[in-house]
């Protein structure tokens, strides 16, 4: 198989275990978690292969799969997946930056070099992610504990007009992940009023 084949399996089985209750039970039993393992074997032996678009999609699906399922991956597993994350972040474009920050955190991962890497990569391209990707990596940073004073920095400049396009949770979700870091944002905040009450 290759990087893409495996990483596409994860992606169909994600989409079959978050559509199906009857799938995502049958998924849950140990006896068939088990089957996964060869497809984790051949994960792990090719994940320095697998590029950015790749690996983003394949760490957020098996977080997903983890999520829905009750699926513990094996310890070292993860650790493979952040040390080839800090190794290849700079890389992921927003929505893999965004997708791997969800990932880890649900996957309650706080490797701090895989979060420190990972909040560098998006402090270089921050102005390219839409709401969804600013608001869930922040989420994220804010889930596992990790501040990312550079990061809650220049987010907090973004434009108004901007902000204008982040929903309701999205907002809700960035107000938390500053409130939860405790990373004051007065210019912020005064922003997200200004939106909230037009």
């Known amino acids: 198989m290759t990087c893409t084949d495996l990483s596409f399996c994860w992606n169909q089985i994600a989409k079959i275990v978050a559509r199906d209750g009857l799938e995502r039970k049958t998924f849950s039993t140990k006896e068939n978690q088990a089957q996964l393992e060869p497809l984790l074997d051949d994960t792990i ?8 678009r790749n690996l983003a999609g394949t760490c957020h699906k098996l977080a997903k799969i983890g999520k829905l399922c009750r699926w513990s991956l094996r ?25 791997v920050a969800w990932a880890l955190a649900t996957a309650k991962r706080s490797s701090s070099a895989a979060w420190s890497e ?13 709401s969804q990707e600013i608001a869930n990596t922040l989420w994220a940073f804010a889930t596992v504990g990790h501040s990312s004073p550079q990061l809650f920095d220049k987010i907090t400049n973004i434009p108004l007009s901007h902000l204008h396009k982040f929903n309701s949770q999205e907002i809700a979700n960035t107000v938390w992940a500053y409130a939860t870091v405790g990373h004051s944002s007065p210019q912020l905040f005064d922003k997200v009023a200004e939106v909230a009450l037009p």
């Open 45 to 52: 032996s090719l994940i320095r292969d697998f590029g950015p």
């Open 75 to 99: 310890s070292g597993m993860w650790i493979v997946l952040e040390s080839e994350i800090s190794h290849s972040c700079k890389r992921f474009n927003p929505m893999g930056t965004a997708n």
């Open 118 to 130: 990972l909040g560098a990569a998006a402090l270089h391209n921050i102005n390219e992610f839409n």
